[in-house]
């Protein structure tokens, strides 16, 4: 057996279970196998460090879905990276039945983020999970002024 690090990226249909150690922000999980760095891959949050609109709110929604202590499945994506350039694993995060990149995005916490222009297999479902959101104003939508496109990450300021 290997660390998830060292392993060649799995197979799309085969999710690796984990469990999480802690939430850093709204699109970035630790985990305790391996004390990996995942990324939640296709998606952005508002950044804690830049001090921008909805950052804290992100990164609870974030540890309320993937609460430290519980178990997830971590999902790769064959048409894409299997890690950013800081060495963080670019995952799918499941819980039960739940695409957790999808759902933030669907709560106003994140935005959809196709790097390069790269969309996965879930890019449909996260344009859906973001025109819900913008149309209705669930989280940032509803307290920042937000500039989005797919294809670069989110920037927010207070409303």
């Given at each position: 057996m290997c660390a998830l690090a060292g392993c060649a990226a799995p197979a799309e249909t085969d999710p690796v279970g984990?469990?999480?150690?802690r939430v850093g922000d709204g699109d970035t999980l630790d985990i305790?196998?391996?004390r990996e760095r995942v990324r939640l891959v296709q998606i952005d949050a508002p950044e804690l460090g830049e001090g921008e609109c909805y950052a804290r709110q992100a990164r609870d929604e974030l540890e309320r879905l993937a609460r430290p202590g519980s178990r997830i499945e971590l999902e790769?994506?064959?048409n894409?990276?299997?890690?950013?350039?800081f060495g963080r694993l670019l995952r799918y995060v499941l819980?039960?039945?739940?695409?957790?990149?999808v759902e933030l995005v669907r709560r106003g916490a994140a935005t959809p983020y196709f790097l390069g222009g790269d969309?996965?297999?879930?890019?449909?479902?996260?344009?859906?999970?973001?025109a819900g959101a913008r149309a209705e104003r669930r989280g940032m939508w509803?307290?920042?002024?937000?500039?989005?496109r797919p294809d670069r990450a989110v920037v927010t300021r207070p409303g």
């Open positions: 984990a469990t999480v150690a305790r196998e391996g790769a994506d064959a894409l990276s299997d890690e950013d350039r819980v039960g039945a739940s695409n957790v990149n969309e996965g297999r879930y890019a449909d479902e996260l344009l859906d999970a973001v509803a307290s920042c002024r937000v500039e989005w």
